[in-house]
């Protein structure tokens, strides 16, 4: 079942009464209400939101992450449970214990993925893809020849005309940076779900990061984003300030729809797929991460 996200930009209190997430504005006699199941992540972009602790605390419960953005209104903080899976110490265990090698092959697998849909970005689009073709076919154990690095490289100025991606740079930028956080805390969330700690990735390491696994895994969604930011870049006037109207598109990115394993899916649901998979390579069961491939 695919959760719902769910976009606060106004002033608001929030409340939950009989499992439901009751929804007030002021001024307002309406109230909202939708089942704290059906939720999963809740962005907080408005400086006045009133959010009660049953709210913060049945929301954890329900494996659901709670993003809060900045005066800038992009997204600042994360809120993720502690406890996602009935056996989560034993899944840490595997995933702790996980040799070099092994996850060497899961950066190969990943690398791969991510490559994989870039180039099918630029051929959906019409713009020159042969490079990565190429360059995919040489993505060895572990990418030791920094062949991601290579494919960005190329595929940045191709996809939007001479394009430096630096996320404090210019429109598109932001459109990419929101729209990577979202994904980042759908991540987190289906990794939690499946009883991972989000902190230990494969590959990045930063000691600074809590979300380094995360970080790792969505690589093979990014190229969702930038499709999407592709189409709202040469559709709408993006500036410094992103609107209400395309921050509400960019968070649709949780039902575009992807293959899983020959199977038709939103991304979100499908990310429960990727992780699930994911434990299984770690425990040995499977060999292969089930990734999204674009449409």
Known sequence: MIKRTLYFGHPAYLSVNLDQLVVQQPGNDDTRKIPVEDIGVVLLDHAQITITHAVLRRLAENKCAVISCDESHMPSGLMLPLEGNYTQAEKYNHQINASIPLKKNLWQQTVKAKVSNQLMVLKKLGKPYKRLEVLLERINSGDSGNIEAQAAAYYWPVLFDNFIRDRYGEPPNNLLNYGYT??????????????????????????????????????????????????????????SFLSKDAKIKILGIATADAIFAKVKSPLMVGMSRTSASLYDCFEGKKKLIVYPVML
């Open 182 to 239: 979202i994904l980042r805390a759908m991540m987190a969330r289906a990794l939690l779900s499946s009883g991972l700690l989000p902190t230990l990735g494969i590959f990045h390491k930063n000691k600074y990061n809590a979300y380094a696994l995360a970080d790792d895994i969505m690589e093979p969604y990014r190229p969702f984003v930038d499709m999407l930011s592709y189409e709202l870049f040469t559709e709408m006037k993006i500036d």
